[in-house]
Nanobody
Framework: QVQLVESGGGLVQSGGSLRLSCVAS????????IGWFRQAPGQEREEVAC????????FYADSVKGRFTISRDNAKKTVYLQMNRLKPEDTAVYYC???????????????????WGQGTQAPYSS
């Protein structure tokens, strides 16, 4: 089973940027599609982006489209989430997760994902 570890969280400042990393480890070299989720206090966990390993195709939530970029370095077994032009509403705990079907064709609910990281916090700083 794949293990995922997120890092890169920090204070969210309006207009600022953060880059999150998700490093995978486990018995296989291809971890399939990886999604980034976030969960704000008192809210449901929502997927914000997904990236496939086979063709690099990506999908984004409307709330982050044009501001966030998901990418991956398969050699480093790492998926990134570059977050630009941050807004207060981007404040959340961010998680990466492995898509069970290994290929995402859009955004999916959390039940469609298997292995999860522990999360990295991105709290708002006024």
């Amino acid at each position: 089973q794949v293990q995922l570890v997120e890092s890169g969280g920090g204070l969210v400042q309006s207009g600022g940027s953060l880059r999150l990393s998700c490093v995978a480890s486990g018995p296989t070299s291809d971890y399939g599609a990886i999604g980034w989720f976030r969960q704000a206090p008192g809210q449901e966990r929502e997927e914000v982006a997904c990236i496939n390993s086979s063709d690099g195709s990506t999908f984004y939530a409307d709330s982050v489209k044009g501001r966030f970029t998901i990418s991956r370095d398969n050699a480093k077994k790492t998926v990134y989430l570059q977050m630009n032009r941050l807004k207060p509403e981007d404040t959340a705990v961010y998680y990466c997760a492995q898509y069970k079907d290994l290929y995402c064709e859009g955004l999916s609910p959390s039940e469609d994902f298997g292995s999860w990281g522990q999360g990295t916090q991105a709290p708002y700083s006024s």
